[in-house]
């Protein structure tokens, strides 16, 4: 056979098999085949999060932030010593991470407190949020202390875009303006509240909005309850000492009676451990969603907050506190709507 005719069989050949819907290629050897190489990088980020576990994380944070507020509040009403409830508080929830460290067969400490050093920043603005958090509320009744921080979304908002780089557009920003209109007019027709517990509420959703944005940032570095541990450790012995050279710790010893201590420490351990279960749930929160859906469901919990503060602690609900409040969650349940809505169309 010569060459010309070889080459015109193995030509029919090939005509044939692909005819008959055969792929040579498929015939060969896996080892002989060439790779196909990937269209697009192959790296895949880490997994997102589910609706469930968002879901999950925003509700539990939300309902012992409000056990936290109102059992702070009680406490505060017995005596009014903020520093040492905190020192106090702070000190528990250090002795019961300790405690459960020491029982436990899967958790262990990893950051001693000498790490201080490398979280001096998280420790400084975690302590300087709470405290202002707590002077607000010893000074202004729950159901208005939801008006007085309403500025903890617009706060946050700017703090996202000079620190963390989040834009928000313009529609969004009308959930915003609705909600700064819910603290003017909660504000400006307020009679009951002297201005140090405006100021503080201005103030404490500034440093709120600080903590937020900072935690957001250590909760991915480091372990969660090691985070709590530290700043729970330095916390207590900063407000306790605060506390002894501010003479208010022994203002309390000397003015208050045993049935008044007995019910100002009860009232403390319990918000303790209100308090210890609300900081896992908040660090949790923080690292599954941004610091603006955080800053959402805080102030979306105000309306479930100022009614057990009426049926609880038996306070009044004035006409300019519910329309405060109310503008204030609209605006908040638009700016989520809206950057809902930014978000899909920026994934499409």
Same mark, same amino acid.
């Given at each position: 056979m010569s060459k010309e005719e070889y080459e015109l069989l193995e030509t029919t050949k090939k005509d044939d098999d692909l005819?008959?819907?055969?792929?040579?290629?498929?015939? =060969?050897?896996?080892?002989?085949?060439?790779?196909?190489?990937?269209?697009?990088?192959?790296?895949t980020g880490p997994a997102p999060v589910s609706r469930a576990t968002i879901f999950f994380a925003v509700s539990t944070q939300i309902v012992l932030a409000i056990c936290v507020t109102i059992l702070n509040k009680s406490a505060l009403n017995i005596l009014t010593a903020p520093l040492?409830?905190?020192?106090?508080?702070? !000190?528990l929830s250090a002795g019961l991470l300790k405690l459960f460290w020491a029982y436990s067969t899967r958790q262990k400490q990893?950051?001693?407190?000498?790490? $201080?050093? =490398? *979280?001096? @920043?998280?420790?400084?603005?975690?302590?300087?949020? +709470?405290? %202002?958090?707590? #002077? /607000?509320? !010893?000074?202004?009744?729950?159901?208005?202390?939801? +008006? %007085?921080?309403?500025? *903890?979304?617009?706060?946050? +908002?700017?703090?996202? #875009?000079?620190? *963390?780089?989040?834009?928000? #557009?313009?529609?969004?920003? $009308?959930? /915003?303006?609705?909600?700064m209109l819910g603290f003017v007019s909660g504000v400006h027709y307020e009679?009951? $509240?002297?201005?140090?517990?405006?100021?503080?509420?201005?103030?404490?959703?500034?440093t709120t909005a600080i903590e937020t944005v900072a935690v957001k940032h250590y909760v991915h570095e480091f372990p969660t309850l090691d985070l709590i541990y530290i700043f729970s450790t330095y916390m207590s012995v900063f407000c306790l000492c605060v506390s002894v050279f501010s003479h208010e710790l022994s203002s309390v010893l000397l003015t208050a009676d045993l049935l008044q201590l007995g019910k100002f420490g009860f009232a403390v351990v319990a918000s303790a451990l209100a @308090?210890?279960?609300? @900081?896992?749930?908040?660090?949790? =929160?923080?690292?599954?969603?941004?610091?603006?859906? #955080?800053?959402? %469901?805080?102030?979306?919990?105000?309306? *479930?907050?100022?009614?057990?503060?009426?049926?609880?602690?038996?306070?009044?609900?004035?006409?300019n506190r519910i329309y405060g409040i109310f503008f204030i969650l609209s605006g908040s349940i638009l700016y989520t709507l809206a950057k809902e809505r930014e978000r899909r169309m920026i994934a499409h």
């Open positions: 005819a008959g819907g055969k792929d040579t290629a498929l015939e =060969q050897p896996a080892e002989d085949l060439e790779p196909i190489e990937p269209v697009g990088p192959t790296t040492c409830m905190l020192g106090l508080q702070a !000190a990893t950051l001693g407190l000498g790490s $201080v050093f =490398q *979280l001096r @920043n998280f420790v400084f603005v975690k302590i300087l949020g +709470i405290v %202002s958090k707590t #002077y /607000c509320l !010893a000074h202004v009744p729950v159901s208005f202390y939801q +008006i %007085s921080r309403g500025l *903890l979304l617009p706060f946050t +908002i700017l703090l996202s #875009y000079f620190l *963390l780089g989040q834009k928000t #557009y313009a529609f969004p920003l $009308v959930g /915003c303006a609705l909600v009679t009951r $509240v002297p201005f140090i517990g405006v100021f503080l509420g201005v103030w404490s959703s500034f @308090n210890f279960l609300l @900081n896992v749930a908040t660090f949790t =929160q923080i690292k599954v969603t941004s610091p603006v859906t #955080y800053m959402i %469901s805080v102030a979306s919990r105000g309306v *479930l907050q100022t009614l057990l503060a009426v049926v609880c602690l038996g306070e009044h609900l004035y006409g």
